[in-house]
């Protein structure tokens, strides 16, 4: 369960590449059910902070984390963790769409596949978990008649829609999104925000963005970061508005670099 209705928390949180500090000391607590966004120049630390709260940094060696990260409560460096468990709480979907060149059908089955018994489960089950997962990301209409059809033939929206739409049955708790919306367009994008906004408080969201404009439409907290550290982190409003720190202020009103 969430510890005080965090579901995410780091204590001294710091890492390296080799001999690069990517992140230094950050300490944060992100609220369950909520979207909180990440924002700050590029090569801040965004983007690895995010991926180190499913363990994916590690998959690219020579790294060297050093802190404390809870989720749900837990601490994910606990030598009982499973990464396969933390990995189906702590869902990701990247920049660019990447839905796999195989039917809609057997993307939204493609993580049962690997995480669970799949040959247990009936063909009614296997249809009802489809349906129920299109439906949450409102695709269902638009594709029930294109089950077969392969994924990497949809529009981009779509495309993303659905690799959200591929975490849900495996019942995450926790969506991270690392510039979700960067390959779509404006028309995309808002429909992607208003399908975040609509399974907040169901899941919670982090997510990374460079689009100012975004991180204020949809998140309840924003957290500025620079330089691998962690500079400010309120509600949205807050931070833009009356943003305390200066370098803070520089960032919101567009005047760094």
């Known amino acids: 369960m969430e510890t005080n209705n965090h579901s995410i928390e780091t204590q001294n949180l710091s890492l390296w590449y080799g001999d690069f500090q990517a992140l230094i000391d950050v300490s944060v607590n992100i609220p369950a059910g909520k979207i909180t966004s990440l924002i700050g120049p590029s090569g801040c630390g965004k983007t690895t902070l995010l ?6 940094n590690e998959r690219y060696g020579n790294v060297t984390t050093k802190g404390e990260i809870k989720i749900l409560g837990k601490n994910i460096y606990d030598p009982d963790v499973s990464l396969l468990e933390l990995r189906k709480t702590v869902g990701m979907v990247f920049q660019r769409p990447n839905p796999l060149p195989i039917s809609v059908y057997d993307n939204i089955l493609f993580g049962l596949r690997i995480h669970s018994p799949f040959g247990s489960l009936k063909r009614s089950q296997s249809d009802e978990i489809v349906e129920e997962a299109l439906t949450s990301v409102f695709l269902w209409d638009d594709l029930k ?20 739409a591929r975490l849900l049955p495996l019942k995450p708790q926790i969506i991270l999104m690392d510039e979700p919306c960067s390959a779509l367009d404006a028309k995309g994008t808002l429909a992607v925000e208003e399908l975040m906004s609509v399974l907040a408080g169901t899941y919670t969201f982090l997510i990374v963005t ?29 931070l833009f508005e009356t943003p305390e720190h200066p370098k803070t202020a520089d960032y919101v009103q567009m005047r760094y670099g």
């Open 51 to 56: 991926r180190c709260f499913n363990r994916v």
């Open 145 to 164: 008649d294109k089950l077969k059809t392969r994924a990497t033939s949809l529009q981009l929206e779509q495309q993303q829609k659905l690799c959200i």
């Open 210 to 238: 460079h689009n100012m404009a975004q991180a204020r439409r949809v998140s309840s907290e924003c957290i500025y970061m620079f330089l691998g550290e962690l500079i400010e982190h309120r509600e949205t409003q807050a």
